[in-house]
């Protein structure tokens, strides 16, 4: 009897589908070397309206450019790997700019760079003012429906951390890999304290099926070393210090 041969999916053809070090001509790429860029909510002050004339409550990739959504067109993805971090600005007085940060949301690179961030100064809230240095909850996903399928960040920070927070606990109460299912992610334009901004909202999206899923397991190899975030979130400083300039206090997305 002759045997079965196995049917070859778009899984075991595509990039994605296997650690980078493993791919012909790549075999030297180690996971440090990774790049990943976050999603970028544009508000009406962000740089992309003046300079590209994007409509503010669009979601662009941060290092691309790549309009990957908008309130009409929801961004559909599937979350691959959930990691905190921090990170925390100059005052525009003194030049602005990123002044510390923590990738592993632990311990600190800069100024102050403490080994432990909870026992940092700017890590505390004082009765109902938040800290200065900012919590990031971060889930790299692999957007669907869009011209590239390489990972992306969505971080949830400031006025989105309790949707970020939610989200997480929804995709913990399934008990299972985050990757088996699908999410969109929505902007939501909202008004509080005479400031008027979007948000996140996040809404599921059904099941993955097994090519997908094969997929999404070859790109939490790429972006896990035993269990931990390995790879590092693209960040412009010179558009961290303009993004700075136009906040107007309520800026979503530090990126």
Known sequence: MAKEEKAVTKADTTAMSKPIN?????????????????VKIIQALSAEVSDLGYKPGCMVNSLTKEILGDKDKPLEFV???????????????????????????KSG?????????????????????????MELLNIACIPLGTESQQP?????????????????????SKRTSPW?????????????????????????????????????EGAYSMLS??????YEVHTDEEEV???????????DTPF
């Open 152 to 172: 992306i960040v969505i971080s949830f920070g400031k006025t989105s951390f309790q949707t970020g927070r939610q989200f997480i606990n929804i995709m913990a």
């Open 109 to 133: 690179q800069g100024i102050p760079g403490l080994p432990q961030c909870f026992t940092c100064e700017f890590s505390k809230w004082e009765g109902e003012t938040p800290p200065a240095c």
């Open 22 to 38: 493993e791919i012909p001509g790549l075999e030297n790429f180690d996971s440090d070397m990774l790049i990943v860029p976050p």
């Open 241 to 251: 210090v303009r993004e700075q300039e136009n906040m107007s206090g309520e800026d």
């Open 180 to 216: 088996y299912y699908k999410y969109k992610l929505i902007p939501k334009f909202v008004t509080k304290d005479n400031y008027k901004y979007y948000i996140y909202t996040v809404v599921p999206d059904g099941e993955t099926d097994e090519e997908l899923y094969n997929i999404l």
């Open 225 to 230: 070393a035993d269990g931990a975030a390995a």
């Open 79 to 105: 979350p691959v790997l959930f990691s905190r971090s921090r990170i925390n600005f100059k005052p525009l007085d003194d030049g602005g700019g990123i002044q510390c940060r923590s990738f592993d949301g």
